[in-house]
Structures are given as structure tokens and as C-alpha cells.
């Protein structure tokens, strides 16, 4: 046995012993389960459901993954449902404008958390319409405040990542688009410092198709050689598989997973059982405005058995630290916690609030910066408002 598969034992018999982890043995594919003079006048009790999603809800992206939810618990509660993508911030206001006057909606979903900010001045304009906006975390008096806590999924990402490594260097290509990407990036650190404590997290942010393959080429030009994945387009994974490198996926692949032999697992989020909860209520009459936190533990956060391209001892360690962090034994943010320039931000004895990690802005000790891919977008798309089914 070389001394590198020495030290690998020696560091898993470690975060099994700290961790409380030994002799964890579980079963299982998964481990988580314009203005209110425009709003229209609508029978009582006809309620109709309209989303707003940032990109498109034709591919396997965020907004058709979010979209497709939208579709089974539609049809599971029987709700009438649309949605108009392809939606840009500028743009937000117009799509509510034509969900209420042309769909006939009496509520709305803003599906990206780019809506979030300014979801607050567009409800006030329309008090009979109910909204629920994702990525916020505030609920004004017709809104209902719905967020995640994706970074649970990719503190197991970063661990499963680190173990799977042949070099101790892990990339993160990540969409500032999304929820929290910051504190994805940071928990995917944590993560990967239960196996390397000197272990070194590369992230680079992108957005667009062509900006997430030049970020993807810089962190394998860095020397990574498994990357985690969390973006909006799909394009990142595709990616990933065309340049022959292991990676973990942030989007739903249940049931698809043979299409991604370098897959090492995923995480991800669904949400069909809450907007089935939110539909029932509307349908009832008995929906109110409400804050609502996804988590492994109520089932919103996924994390997936290991793949095909994992190592046998992979899915131990998911076995092993999933459930804590389900009972809320493990966290990714607890103890003492340095930025990369070497601050001490929490003290060993803090556990960082959910609200302070959803705003998190500054890297965790051990994630070097690549910088951003983005670019300015100055030819933005002329969106028709098309209300889809």
C-alpha cells in the first residue's frame, strides 16, 4: 500500500472518529429525499399560478428543472399553471404585468433570486396578487419568502471531491446568479478539508455558456482535477464530460445518471412537495405569507448515492455524514472560521446564523480566487412575454 493510501485511511478513520461517524451504514439512492390598476378582477376561489423564470425552461438548466417541479405538483393538486422565461431583472415587472392581465394569475412565482431584491416595490403595486420569491428571505405583507441552504449539498460535494482527488486541488466553476454562491463555494472548502486540511479550492464565476468553459479550462489549467459544478446553464456538466474530468453536478440527474460516466454524485434541490403545499393552500384559501428554509432535513436538499466514476469507499462517507448534517450534528459552518486572507471571522465557540450565510461575500481559508468570467451583456435578449403551460 503507497503512503498515499496511507494517509487517505488515516485521514477517513479520523473524520469518522470526529465526526461520531464510525459504523453509520445506510441503505439508499439518495440521501434527502406594472400597476394594480392592471391587475385583473378574478372569481373567488378560481386560483391560477404564474412563474417567472431568469432563463430558459426548455433545457435541463435551473428554470426547467424549477419549471418541471412546477408541472408534477400542478398536476398533482390540479392547479392551472404558466410560467414566461427568458425573464431579465430590467424586464421583471413587465412579465408580473403580463401573468396578471393576459394569464389571469392570482399568484405569482419569481424563480431566480436575482428577482428577489426588488420583488418587494413590484408587490406593492399589486396587493390582490399573492407572490412567493425565491432567494428571499424577508415575507412583506403579500409575499412569501421562500430560500435553501444548498451549501449543505455541497459540504458533502467538497468532502466527496477532496477524496476523489489525485492532487489535492479542486475546482468550483460558480454562477453568482444563483443562491448563495459564495457560501456553496465555502461549504465545498469545508467539506474538502475534512479529508486535506491543506487541501486548495479554486473557484472561478461564469454565467454564460462560453464564460463557463473558459472558467472550467482555467481551473483545469490550475491543476484541479475534479470540479463541482454550480450553475444556472447545464453547460458546465456537458462540459465536464466532454473534457474527460471527474466532476459533481448541482442540478437533478435522478433517473438520467448513466448519461455522465464522469460523474462523481450530485446534490440538488426539489421543491415539488412545497409548491404541492403552497397550491393545496391557495386552493383552500388558507394561504397566508410565510417564510419557508429548504434543508436536508425537511427534504428540499438532495444529495445522490455515488456514481459510477466514485471510488468503492465514496458512498461510506456520504453515508457517514449526511445524517448529521441532517440531525443538524454536522455543520459546515461551525468552530472557528478564518477568511483566505488568514482573519479569524468566527470565533471556535460561534455558529454562524442561516441569514449571515445566505450573505456571505468573502472566502473561506483555503478557496484561491481565479476572478470572474463574466462579461458585460450589452446584447440583451428582447423577451415577447410568451405565457407558456
Not at 42 to 71: C, L, P, T
Not at 207 to 217: G, H, L, M, P
Not at 274 to 301: C, D, H, R, V
Request: net charge negative; proline share 2%; glycine share 6%.
Amino acid at each position: 500500500m503507497t503512503s498515499k493510501w496511507l494517509k487517505r485511511a488515516a485521514v477517513l478513520l479520523a473524520l469518522c472518529m470526529t465526526l461520531g461517524l464510525a459504523g453509520c451504514n445506510k441503505e439508499g439512492e439518495e440521501s434527502s429525499s406594472d400597476s394594480s390598476e392592471a391587475t385583473a378582477e378574478v372569481e373567488e376561489n378560481v386560483r391560477k399560478v404564474g412563474y417567472i423564470f431568469h432563463d430558459s425552461a426548455d433545457k435541463n438548466g435551473f428554470s426547467g428543472q424549477m419549471s418541471f417541479q412546477r408541472f408534477k405538483a400542478s398536476n398533482r393538486s390540479s392547479m392551472d399553471t404558466c410560467y414566461i422565461d427568458n425573464v431579465t431583472i430590467t424586464d421583471f415587472e413587465k412579465a408580473v404585468k403580463a401573468l396578471v392581465s393576459d394569464g389571469g394569475c392570482t399568484e405569482i412565482v419569481s424563480g431566480s433570486p436575482i428577482f428577489a431584491n426588488m420583488l418587494g416595490s413590484v408587490s406593492d403595486k399589486y396587493m390582490n396578487i399573492n407572490f412567493i420569491s425565491y432567494g428571499a428571505t424577508s415575507s412583506p405583507a403579500n409575499v412569501s419568502a421562500y430560500t435553501e441552504a444548498p451549501y449543505q449539498g455541497s459540504f458533502v460535494a467538497g468532502m466527496v471531491a477532496a477524496f476523489n482527488s489525485e492532487n489535492e486541488k479542486i475546482g468550483v466553476v460558480a454562477d453568482t446568479d444563483m443562491l448563495c454562491s459564495t457560501a456553496v463555494t465555502n461549504a465545498a472548502a469545508r467539506g474538502m478539508q475534512l479529508v486535506y486540511e491543506d487541501a486548495s479550492l479554486y473557484v472561478a464565476t461564469a454565467t454564460r455558456d462560453a464564460e463557463i468553459e473558459e472558467a472550467i479550462d482555467a481551473l483545469l489549467n490550475s491543476g484541479c482535477d475534479v470540479i463541482i459544478c454550480y450553475t444556472e446553464s447545464p453547460r458546465s456538466v456537458e462540459y465536464c464530460e466532454q473534457k474527460g474530468v471527474k466532476y459533481i453536478g448541482s442540478l437533478d440527474y435522478k433517473g438520467e445518471e448513466s448519461n455522465y460516466p464522469n460523474m462523481l454524485m450530485y446534490f440538488c434541490s426539489r421543491r415539488d412537495s412545497y409548491f404541492l403545499a403552497q397550491f393545496k393552500q391557495m386552493q383552500l384559501n388558507t394561504w397566508t405569507p410565510e417564510s419557508y428554509f429548504g434543508t436536508m432535513s425537511n427534504g428540499i436538499i438532495a444529495v445522490s448515492a455515488a456514481l459510477g466514476a466514485a471510488k468503492p469507499e465514496t458512498q461510506q462517507l456520504i453515508d457517514a455524514l449526511v445524517p448529521k448534517i441532517v440531525s443538524g450534528d454536522a455543520l459546515a459552518f461551525d468552530g472557528e472560521i478564518k477568511d483566505n486572507l488568514g482573519s479569524i471571522r468566527y470565533m471556535m465557540a460561534e455558529t454562524m446564523l442561516d441569514s449571515e450565510i445566505l450573505t456571505m461575500n468573502w472566502y473561506v481559508e483555503g478557496v484561491v480566487e481565479l476572478g470572474s468570467f463574466r462579461e458585460i451583456q450589452t446584447d440583451l435578449p428582447q423577451n415577447s412575454f410568451e405565457i407558456k403551460s
